[in-house]
């Protein structure tokens, strides 16, 4: 196993498990083309690799939350359509245009800075676009009325293409509130209805995330946004096992420091953890300022030595979490300690993290932070 840099700590990530991943997206969902969501640095996994890995296993689209992002990938070589999720801001239209990203539009405001910078450029090919219309997530996009107009602006310009006309859903991963789903695609479908009436049809017409994709056959039009179940995760525990993922990532460390302490001895910050017997405690090099969250000793965390399942001893440091790994471990400095992930028959994934923690595993990937090496496998 392969470490990085002079702290034995590592995030590895399997390519292996990303392409799987995709490829069982793919077949879910053909003939709608897969989209694979690389914001945020690909979940925490790298956007550069994960991107190359689901273009292999047959995505043909990527999407970002900022023009920034997309930025990295074109650097990177990657010549793919991608997708902007969020309106550029006027300042960052003319990049999304020379980058060739494909931004979203739902301002007039957004609709002039791109037709701006894409008349600028010059190069006499019409900028693809995609509106996005807000069907009832009330987080960004133009009202239905709004969004018709925008559409025909968009369409009307000759230096734009309407490309793409797209929603988000809200709850698409709580199959007890299917009816609010089906309501936000209705609303859609009178959208794309009004367009057609106007002899506007855009060519891709997409509205499921990962959990549209896999519980909703009628969200998927032409295309599917897939973030969380390309890094091999289910949206939520409802919709598990509908699908054959696996976890891509997963969070080791080598022990640095190991003894044995006396029972009643009480470790870490605050002293919150008492030995209730004498035990073998290793110390590990990872911490809050890693993703590994302060409260995760609170409430019950665990990490993977030897193959065995030890709770974290005391509260996470920015740096070093302590281990108790029993009377009578053997433990050695430099063996390794799991934090998320597989050993042995064991394994801890970051849906645990999250049902310990009130939070979903997205947040737990994401918050992986950049101090830790990633190291590609598969
Ligand atoms: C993040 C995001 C996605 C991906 O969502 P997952 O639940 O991770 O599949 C899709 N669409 C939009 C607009 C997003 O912001």
Redesign the pocket.
């Known amino acids: 196993m392969a470490e990085a840099s002079s702290r034995p700590a590592w995030a590895e990530v399997d390519l292996g498990a990303v392409r799987g991943n995709v490829d069982a997206l793919v077949d879910l969902c053909a003939p709608a083309a897969v989209?694979a969501?690389v914001?945020a640095d690909g979940?925490g996994h790298g956007a550069v690799a994960v991107a190359r890995a689901a273009l292999e296993a047959g995505a043909t689209w990527l999407?970002v939350?900022v023009v920034e992002e997309g930025v990295a990938l074109r650097r990177a070589g990657i010549t793919s359509p991608i997708l902007v999720?969020?309106e550029p801001p006027p300042a960052a239209a003319a990049e999304a245009v020379a980058q060739q990203l494909t931004p979203t539009l739902y301002t007039s405001r957004g609709v002039e800075a791109a037709q701006a910078a894409a008349a600028v450029a010059g190069d006499g090919r019409r900028v693809p676009v995609h509106v996005?219309v807000d069907t009832g997530m009330h987080r960004v996009g133009a009202s239905p009325a709004d969004a018709v107009a925008l559409a025909e602006a968009a369409h009307a310009s000759p230096a734009l293409e309407l490309e793409g006309l797209?929603t988000?859903l809200a709850v698409a991963?709580e199959p007890g509130r299917d009816d609010y789903t089906l309501g936000q695609l209705a609303c859609f479908e009178q959208v794309r209805a009004e367009l057609a009436r106007r002899g506007i049809r855009p060519a891709v017409v997409h509205a499921?995330?990962?959990?549209?994709?896999i519980a909703h056959p009628a969200a998927r039009y032409d295309l599917v946004?897939?973030?969380?179940?390309?890094?091999g995760y289910a949206?939520s525990a409802e919709l598990a096992g509908r699908l054959p993922l696996r976890p891509a990532l997963s969070l080791r460390c080598r022990a640095t420091f190991v003894r044995e302490l006396d029972a009643g001895e009480r470790l870490s910050y605050g002293l919150r953890y008492e030995l209730s017997r004498r035990s073998v405690v290793a110390t590990a090099p990872l911490g809050y300022a890693d993703g590994v969250p302060r409260r995760l000793s609170a409430v019950g965390g665990e990490v993977l030595v030897g193959g065995r399942r030890c709770p974290l001893a005391g509260t996470v440091t920015m740096d070093q979490v302590m281990v108790d790994c029993g009377s009578e471990a053997e433990v050695a400095v430099g063996d390794e300690v799991v934090l998320l992930g597989r050993q042995g028959g064991e394994c801890v994934s970051a849906d645990e993290w999250a049902e310990r923690l009130g939070t979903i595993s997205?947040e737990v990937l994401c918050g992986i932070g950049p101090r830790v090496p990633r190291v590609y496998t598969g």
């Open positions: 989209c969501v914001k979940y999407a939350a999720l969020a996005k797209w988000h991963d499921a995330n990962s959990a549209g994709a946004r897939c973030g969380i179940a390309v890094y949206p997205y």
